[in-house]
């Protein structure tokens, strides 16, 4: 799972959506339309053979989404490499930013209702899976990145580790309490 073996870890966190309503939501959005499927077929007004089509295209559909909605993880690597973030089973190696190219570093709090990977207009790159609170990065390059953790405190000792140097909050968070 560890891409480097003879890498010194700082920091090792997998993390998986955890939001029990995003979870229900897709699960009723997907079963209501084959609820109606069958209730049209046994009121009569669907035929048996547009029944069939139309849930199995919906079951079509649903299966990717789950897969990626239950069972994909993010991992957020923090070694003397640099920051290395995987999606699991996805990617093999993963996207490592090196030590060399962080610039800035500071405690920040997660984008209101932003989880997934997508771009934020003053965040840069999101990665969010759990926790409301990250570390925002900056790049050599002027590039940003925010990437969330449920250990934020482990995630900023582990930073801080690899940069020999304190991160600093953003003011809007409370660093005691977490």
């Not at 989404?65 to 973030?85: A, H, M």
């Not at 996207?95 to 997508?118: C, M, N, Q, T």
């Not at 925002?136 to 801080?160: C, D, H, P």
Request: hydrophobic share 45%; proline share 3%.
């Amino acid at each position: 799972m560890l891409d480097s073996v003879a890498a010194k870890n700082y920091f090792l966190e997998v993390q998986q959506l955890k939001k029990t309503w995003i979870k229900a939501l897709v699960i009723f959005a997907s079963c209501t339309p084959v609820v109606l499927n069958l209730i049209f077929y046994f009121s009569g007004k669907l035929p048996l053979r547009d029944f069939m089509i139309s849930t199995g295209f919906v079951l079509i559909a649903i299966v990717p989404v789950y897969t990626l909605l239950f069972f994909t993880k993010f991992q957020v690597q923090v070694s003397e490499e640099g920051l290395r973030l995987r999606w699991l089973p996805f990617q093999n190696k993963g996207k490592l930013i090196p030590k060399s190219e962080i610039s800035d570093v500071r405690i920040r709090k997660a984008p209101f209702g932003h989880y997934g990977w997508k771009w934020v207009l003053g965040y840069g790159w999101v990665y969010r899976f759990e926790g409301n609170a990250g570390i925002q990065l900056e790049t050599t390059r002027g590039k940003k990145l925010f990437v969330s953790s449920g250990n934020i405190m482990a995630f900023k000792n582990g930073m801080e580790k690899l940069l020999n140097k304190t991160i600093e909050s953003d003011g809007l968070i409370n660093t005691d309490r977490f």
